[in-house]
């Protein structure tokens, strides 16, 4: 920020650190800051903008709490990475259709594909007896090229053919709920899904790029069809710094 500082404006209704929030977006946005660039700190602030450290606290933290900043402990305050949005909490819709429908550019890595017999947590999700084999599809999602989530998806079908299909269709591109639709007639119809926070451990930290014990957001769903019938058992572990959540909520009549 070196261009000359843009004037408080005094005696209008306008609180201080709303009006110095405004400034802050159009400096960042001006001066072509990035995420990752790091701002003055406060008592620069304060002498900048010629307001109290409580206003620049303020303007920060309301920003903080908007995702456009990111404060580091010791280290200052910098532009924080986008959060990718997500409203798959309460669509049957998967990961890749709502993001790619609002226009994010969505790809995967798939690590495997491959018959694995389910192990007790799979086998009640899916309704099946313990060993029974199914599918397991584990991948990378990536959105605008940066590394969000590591899924597991667990298909309740042990079939050879499946895990077939659905390496010939290319899930790094392409749907898996789709392709589940279009060539097996497997369409989720409605599921439940939780959401909690947990801290990395074992050979998570290393595959989504964290530091151990970090925390990220598990979400765990299973989805069903028009009959009721469990098809997926999906596990995801998202980054925490990358995600952000958001449910449409209603009052009951």
Aim: neutral net charge.
């Amino acid at each position: 920020m070196s261009r000359p500082a843009p004037k408080i404006l005094r005696g209008v209704r306008v609180p201080y650190y709303e009006q110095l929030k405004v400034l802050l977006l159009k400096e960042i946005k001006s001066e072509g800051m990035k995420p990752g660039d790091m701002l003055p700190s406060e008592s620069e602030m304060c002498e900048r903008y010629e307001v109290s450290r409580t206003v620049v606290r303020q303007a920060i933290g309301e920003l903080v709490n908007e995702g456009v900043l990111l404060r580091q402990h010791g280290k200052g305050t910098f532009i924080a990475h986008t959060k990718v949005r997500e409203q798959f909490m309460q669509s049957t819709v998967g990961f890749f259709e709502d993001l790619s429908l609002r226009g994010h550019s969505v790809k995967s890595k798939v690590i495997s594909c491959q018959l694995v017999e389910a192990g007790n947590s799979v086998a009640q999700a899916l309704e099946i007896e313990p060993g029974s084999t199914c599918t397991e599809v584990t991948r990378l999602r990536y959105v605008n090229k940066e590394l969000v989530v590591f899924t597991k998806s667990y298909i309740n079908s042990g079939d050879h053919n499946l895990v077939a299909d659905l390496l010939d269709s290319d899930l790094s591109v392409n749907s898996l709920y789709r392709t589940l639709e279009d060539h097996w007639g497997l369409r989720i119809e409605s599921g439940r899904r939780s959401l909690e926070v947990v801290s990395a451990s074992g050979m998570l930290p290393g595959i989504l790029e964290i530091k151990s014990d970090s925390p990220v957001l598990y979400i765990e769903s299973v989805g069903r069809d028009a009959s009721g019938r469990p098809i997926e058992f999906f596990q995801a572990w998202h980054r925490i710094d990358r995600t952000r959540l958001e449910m449409d909520v209603v009052r009951r009549k």
